[in-house]
């Protein structure tokens, strides 16, 4: 592993050969990818040898202003990488042991499982620690008004796995890494990330507050139409798991750093311990392994913005791609692949048409339920009358198809948070940019339980006759 890590950074910091991409190249691919995906606003920064090939923006944001390099932008989960330096910057000075237990470095931390004890600083940042959202109260710990805050809200929770056996993606990792990073730093995380990572690197448009750097207000695609909304309100303020805001411009010496190039924060071995896997999962410190193109990168989902950042062992080059905007489709990772491809001398795939695609789908199987819905309740009558001799149980069997929508609606946020491995999801969030998924389901399950209820109504109707027939007459 070792020699794989040393042979992995010699090809990023020995001299690459000259870009074949070029900013002309970029724009034009950018502005035709604006186009095809729809996206209302989006910027972008390559870099390569130590040097930024092109930052730029496109498009506007949600007070009518173009989108340029200087945006500032949320960028979700890309925040692990800098909380993952952060702690590192702390571990060369001595401050922080990786390996040793959280809870010796941070007493306040404590929880209703003795495993939590022997969670370890590098668990925390390979993801590996048995924290997991089906075992932790995320609702509770969203409220949570501090990182100390956040941190004694776990008191009463438990891991979902002993300490470094399985890997489960979960913020709470990373908030508590911010918080041992404020405590072993001796100032508020937010302070720490500008005096020892952003302000070395000249990263001037960067914070972990939207108090110092305020974004606009991102958006939400409902059947095609971009509508700004205000991010949801969870614990974002100063969290390590996904509260910096940046720009295109800052994300270029970001990303010049990691490869290696320019002034270093850390020496080339912690970049090596932060960007290596586990024998667990292709999951470092805030950086993943894509197995089909060999770069590191890592994805960034807020509510109304989505990000991506990567770098490239095998070229030498970064990307970042940020949106100010979030749908049910990602489009900022194809985004990057594009660019990766240009960066290549490949042809770019062709990017966008997912979100319209998927939304169209919805759009019309949401208007087909309404309409049959429509149609079962004025067929009712019809209905009932051929049935008001049946067997209940047929025709509550014939009723189920019905309330099926209704029973899954009833289940929706459960259904999807076991769909996406455990993560917590709550109506609020549903809201938000799955949005034209939940309005589809809604009016499903609204047109079935609407027609099932006719039904029901009808055939007690239909059958009044009869019952009135076997009532026995008064006297007898």
């Known amino acids: 592993m070792k020699t794989l890590l040393i042979g992995l950074f010699a090809t990023m910091t020995l001299a690459p050969p000259a870009p074949s991409i070029t900013p002309a190249a970029i724009d034009t691919y950018m502005r035709g990818a604006l186009e095809d995906t729809g996206l209302p606003g989006v910027s972008v920064v390559v870099t390569h040898g130590g040097k930024v090939v092109h930052a730029a923006g496109y498009g506007e944001d949600s007070e009518g202003r173009a989108v340029t390099e200087n945006t500032p932008m949320r960028v979700a989960s890309v925040s692990k990488s800098f909380t993952a330096m952060a702690i590192m910057t702390l571990v060369e000075r001595g401050k922080i042991k990786l390996d040793e237990p959280v809870a010796a470095q941070l007493p306040e931390f404590r929880m209703a499982d003795p495993r939590a004890a022997r969670i370890t600083v590098r668990q ?29 809200r776990l008191a009463d929770s438990r891991l979902a796995a002993d300490p470094g056996t399985r890997w489960a993606y979960c913020n709470v990792n990373y908030n508590l890494a911010a918080r041992l990073v404020e405590v072993a730093g001796g100032r508020p995380f937010g302070d720490y990330l500008r005096d020892r990572v952003f302000g ?20 939400n695609s409902i059947f095609g139409l971009w509508l700004p909304r205000p991010e949801l309100p969870a614990f974002l303020d100063g969290s390590g798991s ?53 770069q590191l990168a890592h994805s960034g989902n807020l509510f109304t913005y989505t ?7 095998k070229t030498g080059y970064g990307f970042a791609v940020m949106t100010n905007s979030a749908a ?9 692949l594009g660019l990766t491809a240009l960066s290549e001398g490949r042809t770019p795939e062709e990017v966008g048409g997912g979100r319209q695609q998927f939304e169209l789908v ?21 209905w009932a009358t051929r049935r008001a001799g049946k067997p209940r149980w047929l025709i509550w069997l014939r009723l189920a198809p019905l309330l099926l929508p209704a029973a899954a609606l009833a289940a929706y946020p459960d259904l999807l948070s076991f769909l996406m491995n455990g993560r917590t999801v709550t109506w609020a969030q549903l809201t938000y940019f799955p949005a034209p998924m939940s309005i589809t389901l809604l009016v499903t399950a609204l047109a079935g339980a609407l027609a099932a209820v006719t039904r029901i109504r009808a055939l007690s109707s239909a059958r009044a006759p009869e019952r ?9």
């Open 242 to 294: 996904g509260g910096v805001i940046t720009t295109a411009a800052d994300m270029g010496k970001w990303l010049i750093a990691q490869t290696g190039d320019g002034a270093p924060l850390v020496k080339r071995r912690s970049l090596e311990t932060m960007q290596a896997p586990t024998a667990i999962r292709d999951y470092g410190m805030g950086w993943s392994k894509d197995d089909e193109t060999g």
């Open 124 to 152: 925390l940042l390979n993801q590996t620690s048995g924290l997991s959202d089906t075992t932790v109260d995320i609702g509770t710990l969203d409220s949570a008004t501090s990182l100390a805050d956040y941190t004694a």
């Open 328 to 336: 049910l489709h990602d489009d900022t990772y194809d985004i990057m």
């Open 362 to 382: 919805l759009a019309l199987i949401a208007m087909a339920a309404a309409g049959m819905g429509i149609l079962g309740v004025l067929r009712a009558r019809r």
């Open 468 to 476: 009135a027939r076997r009532r026995p007459a008064a006297g007898a």
């Open 200 to 219: 070395p690197l000249g990263m001037k448009s960067s914070a972990v507050s939207d108090q110092v750097v305020r974004p606009a207000d991102g958006y």
């Open 307 to 313: 990000a991506v950042e990567a770098i490239s062992p």
